[in-house]
């Protein structure tokens, strides 16, 4: 089957985006016509101009906005399993410059070379996510070309983010080799317990990792509240760093069992808190209670461009609830991953919560994601994850 080609109308706009080398064209700057229009969703295509320059090859789905998402910058390239062995090996590569424990996010997406794709690692244990119709095409591939670069024991496939529904794609969860979901992972010398067939996103938020160690090294000898603990990333990290007391409060009493389990393996102890972040806030607030270091790192509050305003309150309510059971000259974390607000919008909220309290906050840290999450620099939205900590008086 000869490939199929996609065309980039005539016209000053046209091309744009992808000549200062974004890897997305969107539907609207594409010739849609019926031969497009019939091009199967997930189809590998070449990309030109309406003269027939060469923009690159990458995958089509007619029926989403994103409507290519280019793998490389020339037409005509095979994209086989030494292609996604070549791309794979690339970012192992760079995994394994950062990192000396084989427990990080192998692929992120875009950040690597190939968009709708996550894999997570966890020693010989991988889950693979695709979230494309061109990435759940290519999976075969994919896991051909991890077998021959890892030969893993255990793949566990974790297709069910919402997303995979505006492309035309079913949630689809499975053990696809070996077993064992529930698994062992290592993070700046803490252990912890994650379920990955079970658990949130891809099992376990490696993204933390660089904010968790920042937080752990003020620990020593604090109190701590961890809202939003999930399975304890935040929680059993300071404990282990000799942490005077430690609350993990989460609404998810599996991840609770999690960290409990996580703070035995590290032979620290925990006090796991089963309630809704903002209610206990408030109770704790309202009894004066306080802790020297507050964590709060909530799901995304602006889940689509609509929620905006919505989820900007929420955080805004969030670093004022959160600043108030602040012990004095205490610490502050206040975490986004809602890639539907930028880092200035997020600081602005956080900082409107703490002048409502009339406390003098000095902003310390401004943080992202660890390094196993390349950001594409064409991409900047692609930066989801947000983490300001600040010093309170
Ligand atoms: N800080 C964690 C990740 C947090 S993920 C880490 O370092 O790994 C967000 C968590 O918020 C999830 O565990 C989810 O169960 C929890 N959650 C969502 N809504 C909540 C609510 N209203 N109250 C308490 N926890 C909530």
């Excluded at 789905?61 to 037409?75: G, K």
């Excluded at 791309?87 to 990080?104: E, F, M, S, T, V």
């Excluded at 979230?131 to 591939?141: F, N, Y």
Aim: charged content about 25%; some cysteine; glycine content about 8%.
């Amino acid at each position: 089957m000869s490939r199929k080609t996609v065309i980039l109308p005539k016209g000053p706009r046209a091309g744009k985006r992808i000549r200062a080398g974004s890897p997305w064209i969107f539907a609207n700057e594409l010739r849609m016509d019926a031969a497009a229009k019939a091009i199967a969703p997930g189809s590998i295509v070449n990309v030109r101009g309406f003269d027939g320059q060469g923009f690159g090859t990458g995958y089509f789905n007619p029926h989403s906005l994103i409507a290519v998402r280019l793998l490389a910058d020339d037409c005509d390239v095979t994209i086989d399993a030494e292609f996604m062995a070549a791309r794979l090996g690339r970012a192992l590569a760079l995994r394994d410059a950062l990192y000396d424990k084989p427990y990080y996010r192998l692929v992120h997406a875009e950040g690597d070379g190939l968009p709708g794709l996550v894999i997570d690692r966890f020693d010989d244990t991988l889950t693979v996510q695709t979230g494309t119709a061109g990435m759940e095409r290519l999976q075969p591939v994919i896991l051909a070309a991890l077998e021959k670069l890892l030969s893993p024991r255990t793949v566990i496939l974790r297709n069910d983010a919402p997303s995979r529904a505006l492309e035309g794609l079913e949630a689809d969860v499975r053990v696809l080799k070996g077993e064992g979901r529930r698994i062992q992972l290592e993070e700046n010398g803490v252990r912890y317990f994650a379920d990955l067939a079970e658990g949130q996103k891809t099992g376990w938020y490696y993204d933390q990792r660089d904010n968790r160690a920042f937080i752990a090294a003020l620990a020593k000898g604090k109190s701590v509240l961890d809202a939003y603990s999930y399975a304890g990333g935040f929680g059993i990290a300071a404990a282990k760093a000799c942490a005077r007391e430690v609350i993990c409060l989460d609404s998810s009493a599996p991840a609770l069992a999690l960290a409990e389990e996580s703070a035995r393996a590290n032979a620290v102890k925990i006090q796991a808190v089963r309630a809704d972040v903002f209610e206990e806030l408030e109770r704790l607030g309202g009894r004066g209670e306080t802790f020297d270091i507050v964590l709060a790192d909530p799901p995304p509050f602006v889940k689509s461009k609509k929620d905006l305003e919505a989820g900007a309150r929420a955080y805004r309510r969030l670093a004022r609830l959160a600043a108030s059971v602040t012990a004095k000259n205490g610490l502050l974390m206040v975490a986004s991953c809602s890639h539907n607000i930028g880092m200035d919008r997020f600081a602005a909220e956080c900082a409107a919560g703490l002048q409502r309290t009339g406390r003098r906050a000095a902003l310390i840290r401004q943080a992202g994601a660890s390094p196993d999450h390349p950001v594409h620099p064409m991409l900047p939205e692609s930066a989801y994850l947000k983490a300001l900590v600040y010093a309170l008086d």
